[in-house]
């Protein structure tokens, strides 16, 4: 490995140890606020509704809108070796952007699968789809997660069968989850809160394991200046248009640009 991509390994895996701690205390604090005797006032809502771990539970996706490059695309950007995106709605709204942006910052060919709603496991369905018929290049984003609040504990298999699949040439660089739907009850929102961290902490663990993996801490950026929750998502979960994009593209690049 060169020494430029060790030293940003290293400095990943030193950071993913940290955001574990700080995730795992902040897990503890929303279990807390999560719980029965925390939100008994707020029992006029049927369990059942909330699912599980709180957030409902995910819907029919597949008639929903999606970005797929087409099999043409796909193979000339394997052939020169540029980023292949897998993601969700949230990349099917910037993806096309990201790729404009790549193009011009480091060009790079750029094809994606973003499909609205698809949870991990579809996502990594497709990119074992594309690894079978076209290869991968070197460099694998993964958008997704923010659909697996509703199932947590599915996360880091998916985690590990992507990693499995892009084997350890490949640098994947996942984006981390920050959901908290706005247009939802204030004990729904704690539960979405809740599960996007149990995801980070659940990606953060598996850096550790993977050297190949760089996360985008879209999250602790929106974290860092609490005003970023309302100037760059526009519901809780999606980026608003121009400044959430382009923040949020901006980090992908910066990461691919490391190494």
């Known amino acids: 490995m060169p020494r430029n991509q060790a030293l940003a390994a290293a400095r990943s895996r030193a950071t993913s140890a940290v955001i574990i701690v700080v995730l795992s205390a902040t897990l503890l604090v929303l279990i807390h606020f999560a719980s029965p005797t925390a939100h008994a006032k707020a029992a006029a809502t049927p369990a059942a509704s909330t699912g599980v771990y709180g957030s409902g539970t995910l819907g029919h996706w597949q008639a929903n809108t999606k970005v797929i490059s087409s099999a043409a695309h796909v193979r000339r950007v394997v052939a020169t070796d540029g980023v292949v995106l897998f993601g969700d709605s949230i990349a099917v709204q ?12 480091t ?16 996502a990594v369905d497709a ?3 594309w690894a079978r018929a076209y290869g991968l290049p ?3 984003v993964m958008a997704v997660g923010s ?6 504990p599915g996360f880091t298999a998916q985690v590990d069968r992507a990693l499995r699949i892009a ?3 490949r640098t994947v660089y996942w984006v981390n989850v920050q959901v908290s739907r706005t247009d939802e009850p204030g004990p729904v929102q704690v539960a979405d809160q809740r599960n996007s961290e149990w995801i980070d902490l659940q990606l953060a663990h598996a850096q550790l394991r993977y050297p190949n993996l760089r996360i985008v801490h879209w999250a602790e950026f929106l974290a860092a200046r609490p005003g970023r929750m309302r100037t760059e998502l526009r519901d809780g979960r999606h980026t608003t248009v121009p400044a959430g994009q382009n923040a949020r593209n901006a980090l992908i690049l910066q990461a691919i640009q490391h190494g």
């Open 94 to 105: 910037d993806g096309e952007a990201l790729g404009r942006l790549l193009a011009q910052r």
């Open 107 to 122: 060009g790079a060919s750029f094809a994606e699968y973003s499909w609205a709603g698809q949870p991990t496991s579809a």
């Open 127 to 129: 990119m074992a789809a």
């Open 138 to 140: 070197h460099r694998i």
């Open 147 to 152: 659909n697996d609040i509703f199932d947590p």
């Open 167 to 169: 084997g350890p040439s």
